[in-house]
T-cell receptor, first 113, second 113 residues
Framework: AQSVTQLDSQVPVFEEAPVELRCNYS??????LFWYVQYPNQGLQLLLK??????LVKGINGFEAEFNKSQTSFHLRKPSVHISDTAEYFC???????????FGAGTRLAVHP | DAGITQSPRHKVTETGTPVTLRCHQT?????MYWYRQDPGHGLRLIHY???????DKGEVSDGYSVSRSKTEDFLLTLESATSSQTSVYFC????????????FGQGTRLTVV
């Protein structure tokens, strides 16, 4: 069965510093991987997704993620964060050919001035 | 924004009463999901639907039932609400399995007293 582990529940960082949010998944078949962002009191919106092909995926707002099959990881990165990036970030996995979309527990990113 | 409407947006109910949450979509998407969001747990899948009258259980389905009599509506029912079901509930829709993103509603905040 598929599962997702987000390794950090909270990540504090100063403005303009780089950040990495870590995500590992478990699956026995091919997967599709997603990162979503949730701003306070809102629903979730897609940041980026990995389907196939290049392992480096670029998304909105300057975020990117790298798929590493051997380490079953899909870490999210941004080279320079802004105050407005303060939000909760969710990694999600969907197994090829299956209906379920499973989420991790989330990482709360707090950007400080 | 994807056409997803959740109702009600907020509800307070008493333990032991039945509660129904509604998710309505205007996108004609085949797949619909109900999640609950709790601190430290991220989003957990309750039930999902892959077509009219076709539903299946998710990770945390005990105490919940669903129905989908029309493509556009997916109802979540708590037969007898308990305090442990106090949560924020999100509906999501998806056009196809696997490689497409899920679009989320704004959420319903349910409090069981």
């Amino acid at each position: 069965a598929q599962s997702v582990t987000q390794l950090d529940s909270q990540v504090p960082v100063f403005e303009e510093a780089p950040v990495e949010l870590r995500c590992n998944y478990s699956s026995s078949v091919s997967v599709y991987l997603f990162w979503y962002v949730q701003y306070p009191n809102q629903g979730l919106q897609l940041l980026l997704k990995y389907l196939s092909g290049s392992t480096l995926v670029k998304g909105i707002n300057g975020f990117e993620a790298e798929f590493n099959k051997s380490q079953t990881s899909f870490h999210l990165r941004k080279p320079s964060v802004h105050i407005s990036d303060t939000a909760e970030y969710f990694c999600a996995v969907s197994e090829s050919g299956y209906n379920k979309l499973i989420f991790g527990a989330g990482t709360r990113l707090a950007v400080h001035p | 924004d994807a056409g997803i409407t959740q109702s009600p947006r907020h509800k307070v109910t008493e333990t032991g009463t039945p509660v129904t949450l509604r998710c309505h979509q205007t996108e004609n998407h085949r797949y619909m999901y109900w999640y609950r969001q709790d601190p430290g747990h991220g989003l957990r899948l309750i039930h999902y639907s892959y077509g009219v009258k076709d539903t299946d259980k998710g990770e945390v389905s005990d105490g919940y039932s669903v129905s989908r009599s029309k493509t556009e509506d997916f109802l979540l029912t708590l037969e007898s609400a308990t305090s442990s079901q106090t949560s924020v509930y999100f509906c999501a829709i998806r056009g196809s399995i696997g490689d497409t993103e899920a679009f989320f509603g704004q959420g319903t905040r349910l409090t069981v007293v």
